[in-house]
């Protein structure tokens, strides 16, 4: 390739890619992330106007990064090979309406349910806890709706978390709701893309 050894080369890339977490997460995932009610009105009204998607400010989705099969033997193979017949690791993204991450987990085994992904980092429990999003909440048809994450099926319904609904059978307004939930959900498809 470049006269250096396939061990130079991995070393190499994996000091770059460390050192590009170390210093561009803050400027260009982090920073993002709605701390403050200000932010979050702008988040939320960015998504109303763009998407037509009421209280949503972010959307949510895993995608897999193909892979070699790591060394193991079958626990690894099985562990990595995922529902699509191909061994990868999951990318899962939290992106606003302007197509930005503003929180990002890679890694993760590809036969890890993208549920089980979201549920197991700190960011769910953050909004669990109500530490990570601030607590502002507008009356709807006579309901408090918080901010909102609009994901697909594969994610748990919450109250932070919009999903389309799972039947089969749908009455012309569960339909409805299910192509407002496909815009809102739309930036997480070209993230991914």
């Known amino acids: 390739m470049c006269g250096l050894g396939v061990t130079n080369i991995h070393k190499i890339v994996i000091e770059v890619c460390e050192v590009?977490?170390?210093?561009?997460?803050q400027d260009y995932v982090s920073s993002y992330f709605p701390l403050t009610e200000e932010h979050m009105k702008e988040k939320i009204i960015d998504m109303e106007d763009i998407?037509?998607?009421?209280?949503c400010w972010a959307a949510v989705d895993g995608c897999h990064i193909s892979i070699k099969c790591p060394d193991g033997g079958a626990k690894?193979?099985?562990?990595?090979?995922?529902?699509?017949?191909?061994?990868?690791i999951v990318l899962m993204g939290?992106?606003?309406?302007?197509?930005?991450?503003?929180w990002a987990s890679a890694g993760i085994p590809g036969n890890t349910h993208d549920a089980m992904i979201l549920?197991?980092?700190?960011?769910?429990?953050d909004i669990v806890e109500h530490n990570s999003i601030p607590s502002m909440s507008k009356e709807?048809?006579?309901?408090?709706?918080?901010?909102?994450?609009v994901a697909d099926s594969a994610f748990p319904c919450t109250t932070w978390i919009m999903k389309p609904y799972s039947n089969a059978?749908?009455?012309?307004e569960e339909t409805l709701i299910i192509?407002?939930?496909?815009?809102?959900?739309?930036?997480?498809?070209?993230?991914?893309s």
Request: charged share 10%.
């Open 20 to 25: 590009m977490v170390t210093h561009l997460w």
């Open 51 to 55: 998407w037509q998607f009421p209280r």
């Open 76 to 88: 690894a193979a099985k562990e990595y090979h995922n529902f699509t017949n191909f061994h990868s």
């Open 94 to 102: 939290l992106v606003d309406t302007k197509y930005r991450f503003v």
């Open 119 to 125: 549920q197991s980092t700190q960011l769910w429990k």
């Open 140 to 149: 709807i048809c006579n309901v408090e709706i918080g901010p909102l994450i």
């Open 169 to 172: 059978v749908l009455s012309p």
């Open 179 to 192: 192509g407002c939930l496909g815009q809102g959900w739309l930036p997480n498809v070209h993230m991914v």
